[in-house]
């Protein structure tokens, strides 16, 4: 609970993942991917209820072991590749009768997350800031990236304005990680999602950005943690 009003946390994991099969209940460094951000919430002195919305009898039996709360297997046409984040948060917020005050969206493929990463966003909530979304500075300026056309020609790929600028000289630019959204339930609803006019950013370090897609992304994560 934050300015007395309740938080519900939602880790969503979904049995279905064709790049990383099974990536949300796979070993990393000890214990399976969704553990650690089942124990980093459970850290975390904001959070009232904190369930995993998932449509998998395994990876609800291992939650629970890691002591998140399991209240419903997702109904099917939530579980597909086609369901959206935004859907699977609507039916866990109905599902407990709108009683929450807040939502707080914590996807299991940004383990290294932290506690006080939780925290920090849940803090920056007041009467002027409705919903926050995590972001980190982008790994390189995508000013130095552009399209290509079919003869592959790089005649005008740099932008004449920063040809001969430094990298260092460029304006910093920052993306969506993954790793922490929550809202105003009211809010999220009015916006369909996180983002609006009373959104604000936290910004998270690249190392705690990490997000978990592919197996070259699992095993830098594990190389990380080690």
């Known amino acids: 609970m934050i300015n007395n009003k309740k938080i519900l946390a939602v880790i969503t994991a979904r049995a279905g993942s064709k790049r990383l099969p099974n990536k949300n209940i796979l ?16 850290k975390t002195k904001y959070i009232d209820k904190l369930i995993v919305s998932t ?25 597909n590749d086609k369901a959206d984040s935004i859907s699977v948060l609507k039916h866990s917020i109905e599902f407990f009768n709108k009683e929450y005050d807040y939502i707080l969206l914590l996807q299991p493929t940004s383990p290294l997350r932290t506690t006080i990463d939780i925290n920090k966003a849940i803090e920056m909530l007041n009467k002027e ?48 990680n993954g790793a922490i959204y929550i809202s105003e339930i009211d809010y999220f609803y009015q916006n369909n999602g996180f983002i609006g006019n009373k959104t604000r950013a936290y910004i998270m370090s690249q190392q705690n950005s990490v997000d978990i897609d592919t197996e070259l992304d699992f095993m830098f994560c594990e190389v990380l943690i080690n």
């Open 129 to 176: 800031t409705k919903a926050v979304v995590s972001v980190c500075e982008t790994e390189h300026s995508p000013l130095w990236s552009n399209t290509l056309p079919k003869d592959l020609s790089m005649a005008n790929f740099i932008r004449p304005e920063i040809k001969n600028k430094r990298t260092q000289d460029l304006p910093k630019y920052y993306r969506l």
């Open 27 to 42: 070993n990393l460094a000890g214990k399976p991917l969704i553990a650690w951000t089942i124990d980093t919430a459970k």
């Open 55 to 79: 449509d998998s009898k395994d990876i609800a039996e291992i939650s629970k072991i890691y002591g998140a709360e399991i209240p419903f297997l997702r109904p099917k046409e939530l579980a």
